[in-house]
């Protein structure tokens, strides 16, 4: 049974900075790509980063230089490091993992439950 749990998330001033963190169980980590998402009232969800497999990353435009993607195998753990946060970044934040069944990946995904971040 795969569980993601996102944490980290909370109120802060424009220009503060916040650290995300997802911790996974029963997924088999690094094997496929994970993604962060982020929802905010009235929209639609959006990507906002992408993890591949063998660790490329790339960011959304609105988030590049100032949002870092990581993660650490070991823990089975992805991180998002967020700076110079501004009032448009609050949204619900969510981590993705592409599903994976002995080495190979799925064309589907596990989803976390969230975590708010709200910049105000």
């Known amino acids: 049974h795969v569980q993601l749990v996102e944490s980290g998330g909370g109120s802060v001033q424009p220009g503060g900075s916040l650290t995300l963190s997802c911790t996974t169980s029963?997924?088999?980590?690094?094997?496929?790509?994970m993604e962060w998402y982020r929802q905010a009232p009235g929209k639609e969800r959006e990507l906002i980063s992408t993890?591949?497999?063998?660790?490329?990353?790339k960011y959304k435009g609105s988030v590049q230089g100032r949002f870092t993607a990581s993660r650490d195998i070991s823990k089975n753990t992805l991180y998002l490091q967020m700076n110079s946060l501004k009032t448009e970044d609050t949204a619900m934040y969510y981590c993705?993992?592409?599903?994976?069944?002995?080495?190979?990946?799925?064309?589907?995904?596990?989803w976390g439950r969230g975590t708010q971040v709200t910049v105000s």
């Open positions: 993705a993992a592409q599903a994976e069944r002995s080495g190979l990946c799925l064309p589907y995904k596990h």
């Open positions: 029963g997924y088999n980590f690094g094997t496929c790509g």
């Open positions: 993890i591949t497999n063998d660790g490329v990353i």
